[in-house]
């Protein structure tokens, strides 16, 4: 009888204990970048170095390298400077011409100079950093303050950073996302190129060419020019464009 009582609680022991254990060692399922609460943090590291890399992305790397990382892009665009993967995933773009990165810029957070200064901070932060050797012109849409000799740009959103972008120093005029005219035209005294934007289109926030300037200038100035003065701007843009 004792040995009958005793297999029986053995039997009851193992029923209960074997899901229990196997409830506990179930193994967690990590998370693919992208669905619900994952990082969106780039692959690799997040320093921004000017004139060098962005998110790992070295400039003068071949660009499959950057596509062997990050996957495939979410669109890829031919201007008449380069060819332009965008990586909305991880906010990244990727400027390339003939194979080769010349350029990286990032709308992540994440990505910082130092530590110190990305996505989010003051413009004053990036003159503190970098001094007042700057041009102004147009980064990536943005208003912004370009450091050609130091190979890196800030594009403004009023007064904090909403876009960061490295280039080989002195190279500015060869990326697209610093060259809107994208074909060498010398801008408008004072008014940044729009003229091979294309309109109602996302490099022009789905405006005119003379709303999308009429923006930007309000965006750069906190004033707003009539909607004459963008168009005629705008016509003597493109007329330059045509010599």
């Known amino acids: 009888m004792r040995a009958f009582v005793a297999l029986f609680v053995a039997v009851l022991i193992a ?24 990082p969106t943090a780039p692959p690799g590291p997040r320093r921004i170095i000017a004139g060098r890399t962005l998110a790992g ?5 071949p660009i499959g390298r950057v596509l062997a990382r990050f996957g495939r892009p979410s669109e890829v665009r031919e201007t008449a400077l380069d060819t332009v993967y965008v990586f909305n995933r991880f906010g990244i773009n990727v400027y ?34 970098f001094g007042r050797g700057f041009r102004e012109g147009t980064v990536e849409g943005w208003p912004g303050l370009i450091y050609d000799g130091r190979g890196i740009a800030f594009g403004l959103d009023g007064r904090g950073v909403a876009a960061v972008i490295v280039f080989r120093p002195g190279t500015a005029a060869n990326v697209s996302a610093l060259s809107p005219g994208a074909a060498g035209a010398p801008p408008v005294a004072g008014f940044p190129n729009v003229a091979h934007l294309r309109p109602f289109s996302p490099e022009t926030n789905f405006m005119s060419l003379p709303g999308y300037l009429r923006w930007l200038m309000h965006e750069a100035s906190g004033t707003w020019i009539t ?9 003597e843009q493109q007329a330059g464009t045509t010599r």
């Open 15 to 38: 029923a209960y204990a074997g899901p229990l254990f196997a409830q506990q060692q179930q193994p967690v399922q990590p998370q693919e970048p992208g669905q619900p609460g994952a």
């Open 57 to 61: 992305i070295e400039v003068g790397r």
């Open 96 to 129: 390339a011409k003939g194979g080769v990165v010349t350029a990286a810029s990032g709308t992540n957070s994440l990505l910082k100079v130092d530590d110190n200064l990305g996505v989010g901070h003051r413009v004053e932060d990036a003159t503190a950093m």
């Open 227 to 235: 909607y004459q003065e963008a168009e005629r701007v705008v016509k």
